[in-house]
T-cell receptor, first 114, second 114 residues
Framework: NAGVTQTPKFRVLKTGQSMTLLCAQD?????MYWYRQDPGMGLRLIHY???????AKGEVPDGYNVSRLKKQNFLLGLESAAPSQTSVYFC?????????????FGPGTRLTVT | DQQVKQNSPSLSVQEGRISILNCDYT??????FLWYKKYPAEGPTFLIS?????DKNEDGRFTVFLNKSAKHLSLHIVPSQPGDSAVYFC?????????????FGKGTKLTVNP
């Protein structure tokens, strides 16, 4: 099993450009999450999904859009990148319910917006 | 408003000694707590967790203690090893509106010196 994978690993964008980050998981997890990590800020939830075709806003959703067309994929889009979106982005997934609370994380995408 | 607080940004200990990482929370609705470990350029990995109905959970060298009345938890690593050097995130699980999310602290960077 590959677990949670993220594409790309690194990207440099100019202000105003758009891009999509792809997250894929092969664990058949219902829930998927997008976080950003900034120095001294911990992990902050951007958007999440509790199942195919569903999405919801997290703590810092502004400037991002998401889609969950397939259960195994969760896409994060930046329509018009801003320098404030320079960050490391992590995707995570988990199975719902009380059997396991653990979220499994991908390796991250380092994005720089100039 | 930060609901999960890790007030020590960094901690340095000698190999073989005990490492104690602390975490405080404000929301009494949190019912499950997790610790994640993160190495540079990698995604966070799950370390250990504890339910709010327990006060201690142990897994090898790692023990998590929960004091609900004080809204405080701590992670003990005994004995500490150089390979434990990483950033440790405390996280709390909350169920809202039928979805389950984690709220993370800002992390504590642990350095174990040989």
């Amino acid at each position: 099993n590959a677990g949670v994978t993220q594409t790309p690993k690194f990207r440099v964008l100019k202000t105003g450009q758009s891009m999509t980050l792809l997250c894929a998981q092969d664990m058949n997890h219902e829930y998927m999450y997008w976080y950003r990590q900034d120095p001294g800020m911990g992990l902050r939830l951007i958007h999440y999904s509790v199942g195919e075709g569903t999405t919801a806003k997290g703590e810092v959703p502004d400037g991002y859009n998401v889609s969950r067309l397939k259960k195994q994929n969760f896409l994060l889009g930046l329509e018009s990148a801003a320098p404030s979106q320079t960050s490391v982005y992590f995707c995570a997934s988990r199975t719902p319910g009380r059997a396991s609370y653990e979220q499994y994380f991908g390796p991250g995408t380092r994005l720089t917006v100039t | 408003d930060q609901q999960v607080k890790q007030n020590s940004p960094s901690l340095s200990v000698q190999e073989g000694r005990i490492s104690i990482l602390n975490c405080d929370y404000t929301n009494s609705m949190f019912d499950y707590f997790l610790w994640y470990k993160k190495y540079p350029a990698e995604g966070p990995t799950f370390l250990i967790s504890i339910s709010s109905i327990k006060d201690k959970n142990e897994d090898g060298r790692f023990t998590v203690f929960l004091n609900k009345s004080a809204k405080h938890l701590s992670l003990h690593i005994v004995p500490s090893q150089p390979g434990d050097s990483a950033v440790y995130f405390c996280a709390a699980d909350i169920t809202q509106g039928g979805s389950e999310k984690l709220v993370f602290g800002k992390g504590t960077k642990l350095t174990v010196n040989p």
